[in-house]
């Protein structure tokens, strides 16, 4: 009679996908990760510096795309996991194609981070480039992945086999304060692919959503459609919208930012909603 034990089928546990993590990361030697603040990648930077030390370090690019408000809570996050970073003025506005948004604008976006995060790891010697990208982002329109993919950068979350649920549940487990943060994205993704993307009105946009911010709505976007701010709010926050004093704010925020009308989309908010307009472009 065979001794040995029968063959588990059951799916990895949190606590083995953050071991194998760990043994992934702990098989570049040493790496660079590209840090924006967001869910993902605090995660990755927290525990690639947990198993590589001084041999990890983390990237954040600005540049106008970058909320404002973002910039200082990258390097926060940074500073409370103990990680050394490096924060580096981007242009990817300035990219041929960029401005025009294009439906592969992100291509673009991803293309200049990995432009200035693949030679600067090569100069301090550092094995891997390393991006926060998690399985759920694989299913989207995500030409940002092309960029990647051609430039060599590793995904160990995806390698690893983490969803955006089990990020953020490592994310608790370990204290990371983001674990619950609100969906992150580029300021460009609030603009219609085809409507070209001005410093002047991603000002807009950010300090509008920023405005909103501090009445108290947390997941949300500031949709630019000209003279019209389309509003994406949480479901469960848009009650609020219409509450007395609220709804006088928001036009008020609205016009302070130079738009004629603001509208609030009933399906609410959903991270990359104008995805859906790229199967109605003409080819």
Same mark, same amino acid.
């Given at each position: 009679m065979s001794s040995a034990l029968p063959h588990s089928t059951a799916a990895p546990t949190l606590a083995e996908k953050h071991a194998q993590l760990r043994a992934i990361l702990?098989?570049?030697?040493?790496?660079?990760v590209c840090f924006s603040g967001g869910v993902d990648s605090t995660l990755l930077l927290r525990v690639a510096h947990d198993v590589l030390g001084d041999r990890c370090l983390g990237l954040t690019t600005v540049s106008v795309t970058m909320a404002v408000s973002e910039r200082q809570a990258a390097v926060d996050l940074a500073k409370l996991i103990g990680a050394s970073?490096? &924060?580096?003025?981007?242009?990817?506005?300035?990219?041929?194609?960029?401005?025009?948004?294009?439906?592969?604008?992100? +291509?673009?976006?991803? %293309?200049?981070?990995?432009?200035i995060a @693949?030679?600067? /790891?090569?100069?301090?010697? !550092? %094995?891997?480039?390393? !991006?926060g990208t998690n399985l759920d982002d694989? @299913?989207?329109?995500?030409? @940002?992945? /092309?960029?990647?993919?051609?430039?060599? %950068?590793? =995904?160990?979350? &995806?390698?690893a086999g983490f969803s955006k649920a089990e990020v953020r549940a490592l994310s608790r487990e370990l204290g990371l304060p983001t674990w619950n943060k609100p969906q992150l994205a580029c300021l460009s993704s609030r603009f219609p692919y085809g409507t070209e993307i001005t410093p002047e009105r991603l000002r807009r946009v950010d300090a509008f959503e920023d405005g909103l911010r501090t009445l108290g709505f947390r997941q949300l976007r500031v949709r +630019?459609?000209?003279? #019209? $701010?389309?509003?994406?709010?949480?479901?469960?926050?848009?009650?609020? &919208? !219409?509450?007395?004093?609220?709804?006088?704010?928001? #036009? $008020?925020?609205?016009?302070? =930012?130079?738009?004629?009308?603001? /509208? !609030?989309d009933l399906a609410g908010f959903s991270s990359g909603s104008l995805n859906q307009l790229i199967a109605l472009r003409p080819r």
């Amino acid at each position: 009679m065979s001794s040995a034990l029968p063959h588990s089928t059951a799916a990895p546990t949190l606590a083995e996908k953050h071991a194998q993590l760990r043994a992934i990361l702990g098989g570049y030697g040493s790496a660079l990760v590209c840090f924006s603040g967001g869910v993902d990648s605090t995660l990755l930077l927290r525990v690639a510096h947990d198993v590589l030390g001084d041999r990890c370090l983390g990237l954040t690019t600005v540049s106008v795309t970058m909320a404002v408000s973002e910039r200082q809570a990258a390097v926060d996050l940074a500073k409370l996991i103990g990680a050394s970073l490096e &924060v580096v003025e981007s242009k990817e506005l300035e990219r041929p194609g960029f401005a025009e948004n294009p439906t592969n604008r992100c +291509y673009h976006c991803k %293309a200049e981070l990995l432009e200035i995060a @693949g030679p600067r /790891a090569a100069e301090l010697g !550092l %094995a891997e480039v390393l !991006l926060g990208t998690n399985l759920d982002d694989l @299913g989207d329109h995500r030409p @940002g992945l /092309a960029a990647a993919d051609e430039r060599g %950068a590793r =995904q160990p979350l &995806v390698d690893a086999g983490f969803s955006k649920a089990e990020v953020r549940a490592l994310s608790r487990e370990l204290g990371l304060p983001t674990w619950n943060k609100p969906q992150l994205a580029c300021l460009s993704s609030r603009f219609p692919y085809g409507t070209e993307i001005t410093p002047e009105r991603l000002r807009r946009v950010d300090a509008f959503e920023d405005g909103l911010r501090t009445l108290g709505f947390r997941q949300l976007r500031v949709r +630019y459609h000209g003279e #019209v $701010a389309r509003l994406e709010i949480d479901l469960a926050d848009m009650p609020r &919208v !219409l509450e007395p004093g609220v709804r006088e704010s928001i #036009v $008020a925020l609205s016009r302070a =930012q130079g738009f004629t009308f603001v /509208a !609030l989309d009933l399906a609410g908010f959903s991270s990359g909603s104008l995805n859906q307009l790229i199967a109605l472009r003409p080819r």
